[in-house]
């Protein structure tokens, strides 16, 4: 009984150790979309998203101008298509070389929220949005 109490509290300490940090990292920007793409995009689609990350020479396929996804579609911003794109939807992109960040995204919220309840779905479609959002602000105009 003692022991199990003692590991609740330990886990506690642990999480607000845990958010402490996150809120830290959310000091360098408030733009989740800018540091998720920075973090998780830019090795392969470049800092400025016109796919000339560092990683892109290790890649079969180079990775592409993020910054022209509305010009080469009629000057409309793809919404939908990005958001599947990022989440792996599409069955196209189960056998391409970016990786699907929706299962990912799910594996970070485990570990994110640990043991408080939560729901998985929300904190994949935030990011994704976030992301889209970002992407959506990149296009050359
Ligand atoms: C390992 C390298 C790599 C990483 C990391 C990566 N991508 Fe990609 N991405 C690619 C490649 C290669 C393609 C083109 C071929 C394909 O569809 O797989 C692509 C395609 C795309 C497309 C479709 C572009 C078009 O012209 O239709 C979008 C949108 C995109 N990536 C967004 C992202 C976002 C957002 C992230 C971060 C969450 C990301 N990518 C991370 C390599 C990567």
Known sequence: MAGSKFSRGTL???????CGASFAQ??????????EYDSNCASCHGADGKGNGPYNPYLKRSAPDLTTLAKRNGGVFPIARVYQTIE??????????????GQDYKVKAGEYYMETPYDPEVFVRTRILALVDYLNRLQAK
């Open 88 to 101: 792996g939807a599409g069955a196209e992109h189960g056998s391409s070389e970016m990786p699907i960040w």
């Open 12 to 18: 506690f300490v642990a999480a607000l150790a845990f």
């Open 26 to 35: 959310q000091g360098a920007t408030k733009d989740l979309g800018k540091r």
